[in-house]
Each structure stands twice: as structure tokens, then as C-alpha cells.
């Protein structure tokens, strides 16, 4: 009896031990695999850039970071991944940044500033408004009575879709019939004719809208965004940029003036330092390899990743790059 009551002592003991450390072996300098050494990554639409960079990343971790097995998770995409990261669902999170912002100051879909980190903002994000020909849709006032779909629920195209159409003048929930789809379930819906229009925000070029328009060719065109640029970057800053997508990018007869949103990594802050700075410097160290899974890697740059104010850059990364 007195030996079975020193090891459940001994066991009750252990069991205090994990819960003041949380369950999970934290680890840093010494070794220890933070979670375990299990990390995933969220990352948006399974024909989306999101989801292609986010495998390759996971696969360079899985090959790189010793003791760590990474996983790519395809999600709904921003503000959706930000919240598996505050749950401690997902480790790693690709999110735009106006929704990281919004994060970070508590704005929009999120009540209260979340705890998270940049650990680099990476490359550019482009607004794709694309709609059928037979729908006479000029700019995003003409969406008016139209089907559109301003993309998964708790994404970032959902909050520039939405962002948009008010710029526009337009009441997203009265003046337009809206659908709240993934792309591939949205680019089905264009060629069926069940939706009119759609909105994207993703990296040149997007698999989803490559397949669309080398589908239905002179049947679909693009919107320019030019017009509402003043009116966005009024009410949310100068996060939103003028850009353009290149004629070359999907075949078009000239470039389409368009708005242009940068994208960020972001993490939990409760992750260990070393293991941020290692993270992002695979990132960097395997970019060229990163670029054959998609071209977009090409367009992070070491100069802008630390720019991702404001939200706080992670401490890790901060000692990765020499900042303070």
C-alpha cells in the first residue's frame, strides 16, 4: 500500500508539473520542441497562392527545422487563420495585411486587439474583381441586383470585397445578391452563370482565375479599381496601394488598374524566440526553392519583411533581421 501511495504521489506530482507548464514542452534554447514539434500553417482557398506557398513552406520547415514535423492546412484564409492561431489551432498563419491590422488594433472582425506577431509581412496580394460579359459590369457600382461572391466567410477578400462595394455606394447586404464562396466554388459559379461577379485578393497569378478565364476566354473581363482607391484609403490608410495586374498575368488585351494589398506571416506571441528567428530564416535561406512551388516567393524582400507596423514584429524575427 505504501509503495502504490508513493507513485500516485509521484504521478499527482508529474500531473502538477505539465499544468504549470502548460501541457506542452515550450522550449527554446534548450532544445525542447515547442508543441511537441507538430506545427501548422494556415493558409486560404486550395487554388490559391495561400495554399500553394504554405505547402512548400511547410515542406522546407519539415526538411530543415530538426525535430519538427509541419503540416499545411488549406482554411477560409485571413482573418479565419488569425483566429486558429489565437485558439492554438494553427501555428503559423498567412493573413493580408489590412486584416492583421485590424487584428492587431482590435478593429472590424475583431472585438479587442489579438496577441499575435509578424514574423515577416512577404509578398503582395492583388484585387481581382472579374465578371461575366452578358452581366454589363463596368465598375463596382454596376454590381448593383447583380449574384456576386465576395469570397469565404472570415477571409481577407471578404473584408476588401465588402470594403469595396461600400466605397462604391453599395449596401453589400441589400443592393447586391450575395454569396459568400471559395474560389473554386465561385469560379463553378461563373461558368455555370449562377454568379455574375467575384471577388479575389491573391498572388499573380492565382491558379483559380487562370483556370477561369482560359475556360470562358472573351466570355469574362476584369473591373478596374482605380475609382475607389481614394474613398478606401480614406476610411482604412494607406495600407491599400494602386497597382496593376500585368496583361501578360491572365492573357488580357491591356493591364487593369487595381488595388494591391502586402501579406504577413503571423504567430502566436507565445512562441519561443529561437524558434521565430529560425523560422524565418529558413524563409529566407530556402527562398529559391520556395519560388519553384510558386513565383511569388520571388517578390519577399528581406529590405520590407521587418515593415509590418501595426503589428508588432515578433522578438525572434526581430533578432533575425537586427532589429529593435
Known amino acids: 500500500m505504501r509503495s502504490l501511495t508513493r507513485i500516485a504521489a509521484v504521478a499527482a506530482g508529474l500531473a502538477l508539473l505539465l499544468a504549470a507548464c502548460g501541457g506542452e514542452r515550450r522550449g527554446g534554447a534548450d532544445g525542447e520542441a515547442y508543441k511537441g514539434g507538430r506545427l501548422s500553417i494556415a493558409t486560404g482557398n486550395t487554388t490559391g497562392v495561400y495554399y500553394q506557398l504554405g505547402g512548400g513552406y511547410a515542406d522546407l520547415l519539415t526538411k530543415h527545422l530538426p525535430g519538427y514535423q509541419v503540416t499545411a492546412e488549406a482554411t477560409g484564409a485571413s482573418v479565419e487563420n488569425i483566429q486558429r492561431v489565437v485558439r492554438g489551432d494553427s501555428d503559423i498563419a498567412f493573413t493580408l495585411a489590412d486584416t492583421a491590422s485590424d487584428a492587431a488594433t482590435g478593429r472590424d472582425a475583431f472585438s479587442s486587439p489579438?496577441?499575435?506577431?509578424?514574423?515577416?509581412?512577404?509578398?503582395?496580394?492583388?484585387?481581382?474583381?472579374?465578371?461575366?460579359?452578358?452581366?454589363?459590369?463596368?465598375?463596382?457600382?454596376?454590381?448593383?441586383?447583380?449574384?456576386?461572391?465576395?469570397?469565404?466567410?472570415?477571409?481577407?477578400?471578404?473584408?476588401?470585397?465588402?470594403?469595396?462595394?461600400?466605397?462604391?455606394?453599395?449596401?453589400?447586404?441589400?443592393?447586391?445578391?450575395?454569396?459568400?464562396?471559395?474560389?473554386?466554388?465561385?469560379?463553378?459559379?461563373?461558368?455555370?452563370?449562377?454568379?455574375?461577379?467575384?471577388?479575389?485578393?491573391?498572388?499573380?497569378?492565382?491558379?483559380?482565375?487562370?483556370?477561369?478565364?482560359?475556360?470562358?476566354?472573351?466570355?469574362?473581363?476584369?473591373?478596374?479599381?482605380?475609382?475607389?482607391?481614394?474613398?478606401?484609403?480614406?476610411?482604412?490608410?494607406?495600407?491599400?496601394?494602386?497597382?496593376?495586374?500585368?496583361?501578360?498575368?491572365?492573357?488580357?488585351?491591356?493591364?487593369?488598374?487595381?488595388?494591391?494589398?502586402?501579406?504577413?506571416?503571423?504567430?502566436?506571441?507565445?512562441?519561443?524566440?529561437?524558434?521565430?528567428?529560425?523560422?524565418?530564416?529558413?524563409?529566407?535561406?530556402?527562398?529559391?526553392?520556395?519560388?519553384?512551388?510558386?513565383?511569388?516567393?520571388?517578390?519577399?524582400?528581406r529590405e520590407d519583411a521587418p515593415k509590418t507596423d501595426p503589428v508588432p514584429l515578433h522578438d525572434g524575427a526581430k533578432r533575425y533581421f537586427g532589429v529593435s
Open 114 to 301: 489579438q496577441p499575435i506577431r509578424a514574423l515577416a509581412r512577404i509578398y503582395t496580394n492583388y484585387t481581382h474583381v472579374l465578371a461575366r460579359k452578358d452581366a454589363n459590369v463596368r465598375t463596382v457600382a454596376d454590381l448593383k441586383g447583380k449574384r456576386v461572391s465576395t469570397g469565404s466567410p472570415n477571409s481577407g477578400t471578404e473584408t476588401i470585397a465588402l470594403r469595396l462595394l461600400r466605397a462604391a455606394g453599395l449596401d453589400p447586404d441589400a443592393d447586391i445578391s450575395r454569396q459568400a464562396l471559395s474560389l473554386p466554388e465561385t469560379v463553378q459559379g461563373v461558368k455555370d452563370g449562377t454568379i455574375d461577379a467575384l471577388f479575389w485578393s491573391g498572388g499573380l497569378p492565382t491558379g483559380g482565375i487562370t483556370d477561369l478565364v482560359t475556360t470562358m476566354k472573351d466570355q469574362v473581363a476584369f473591373v478596374p479599381l482605380d475609382d475607389l482607391l481614394p474613398r478606401l484609403q480614406n476610411e482604412h490608410g494607406p495600407i491599400y496601394q494602386a497597382g496593376r495586374l500585368p496583361k501578360d498575368t491572365y492573357g488580357t488585351a491591356e493591364d487593369v488598374n487595381t488595388i494591391v494589398v502586402p501579406n504577413m506571416l503571423v504567430v502566436s506571441d507565445q512562441m519561443p524566440a529561437d524558434l521565430a528567428e529560425n523560422l524565418v530564416r529558413i524563409l529566407f535561406e530556402h527562398q529559391a526553392e520556395l519560388a519553384k512551388v510558386h513565383p511569388e516567393a520571388n517578390n519577399i524582400s
